[in-house]
């Protein structure tokens, strides 16, 4: 029996649309990479009981998506930031209380930024700001120096390529989490738990370079 990974989805609310409600919607990109790794991806909507979906689990896949409301770090939004509908970001806290400890975490750009709040860290807002270009928003082409003695490092080495699609990432790191990873910039593009087996947030997306061997990894 293949592993059942599931995969939050992104939230699409649409109240006034009688005939839908709105979406739950996820790139066909992730679903296809975890199929390629031998699991069977699971995808999980806001109204799933976290409890149940903690059963039956082997692991647990956070996507991209919308910014995280900065309120969950302490700080009033920066103008730029468009947050993650609730319904989301409450239902992947609740699967994040209710899963063993055991079990496997991948965070991918906004999943990596999730598992860092959810952590105790904060976020930077608006990376723009802060390093006085945008090459990490149009899905730029990057190499990242990866740390040794990590998980990241035994699974892709020393150095890592992937695209990147963001404006935020991590300020100050969270609760028994390190780096694993950053941009020539100096920006945090990889974290790791310190007290869990596997929890591992990748800035980027390997999803949408999966024809590379590090991004496959």
């Known amino acids: 029996m ?18 839908t409600g709105g979406h739950v919607q996820l790139n066909w990109n992730y679903c296809q990479a975890v199929e390629n790794a031998g699991g069977c991806p699971i995808i999980i909507p806001p109204h799933a009981d976290a409890d149940s979906i903690a059963r039956v689990l082997d692991g647990l896949l956070i996507p991209g ?30 699967i994040f209380a209710a899963i063993s400890p055991e079990m496997p ?26 390093v006085g270009h945008e ?24 150095g ?18 390190k780096i694993t990873a950053r941009n020539a910039d100096g920006t945090i593009e990889g974290l790791e738990s310190t007290d869990r087996p596997w929890m591992v947030g990748v800035q980027w997306h390997p999803e949408r370079t999966a024809d590379q061997a590090d991004s496959q990894a």
């Not at 890592?160 to 989490?177: D, E, F, P």
């Open 105 to 130: 975490i991948l965070g991918i750009c906004y999943g990596c930024q999730f598992i860092n709040v959810q952590n105790g860290g904060s976020l930077i807002q608006h990376l723009p700001d802060l």
């Open 160 to 177: 890592a390529k992937g695209q990147s699609w963001h404006h935020q990432a991590v300020a100050r790191v969270g609760t028994n989490l």
């Open 2 to 19: 293949k592993p059942l990974i599931g995969i939050t989805g992104h939230v699409q609310r649409e109240p006034e649309n009688p005939r």
């Open 65 to 94: 998506g919308p910014d995280i409301d900065a309120k969950e770090f302490g700080e009033e939004n920066h103008p730029k930031v468009e947050t993650v509908h609730p319904s989301r970001f409450d239902l992947e806290k609740r």
């Open 135 to 158: 090459d990490d928003i149009p899905g730029t082409l990057q190499s990242y120096v990866v740390e040794e003695n990590t998980r990241l490092h035994a699974l892709v080495g020393g």
